[in-house]
């Protein structure tokens, strides 16, 4: 069974800092792209990064370019979003989320496995 857990959200002030890690079992995600998304109350589920594993490849959605930063950590089996410089409109759940490659073109990028999620508040 595959399990994505996300960890590492909490309340943070307006400039602040998080990282957010999303721990992967059942499956071995340098065979896997693997996709943060965020949904804010009332809005659509957006995607934020990507990053194939296998190669290094990254995706960053234009709002959080320069702030945000995906890597990965093969022997943990874990992928990381390390997000800097916190805006209130970054608060949201985050969800990881894992497919075979990463597709920003497609609905929900292409994803077949997705965690839980995991609360990020930025405050003003």
């Known amino acids: 069974e595959v399990q994505l857990v996300e960890s590492g959200g909490g309340l943070v002030q307006a400039g602040g800092s998080l990282r957010l890690s999303c721990a992967a079992s059942?499956?071995?995600?340098?065979?896997?792209?693997v996709c943060w998304f965020r949904q804010a109350p009332g809005k659509e589920r957006e995607g934020v990064s990507c990053i194939s594993t296998s190669d290094g490849s990254t995706y960053y959605t234009d709002s959080v370019k320069g702030r945000f930063t995906i890597t990965s950590d093969n022997a943990e089996n874990t992928v990381y979003l390390q997000m800097n410089s916190l805006k209130p409109e970054d608060t949201a759940v985050y969800y990881c989320?894992?497919?075979?490659?990463?597709?920003?073109?497609?609905?929900?990028?292409?994803?077949?496995?997705w965690g839980k999620g995991t609360l990020v508040t930025a405050s003003s």
């Open positions: 059942g499956l071995t995600l340098d065979d896997y792209a």
């Open positions: 989320a894992v497919g075979v490659w990463f597709a920003p073109l497609l609905p929900d990028y292409g994803m077949d496995y």
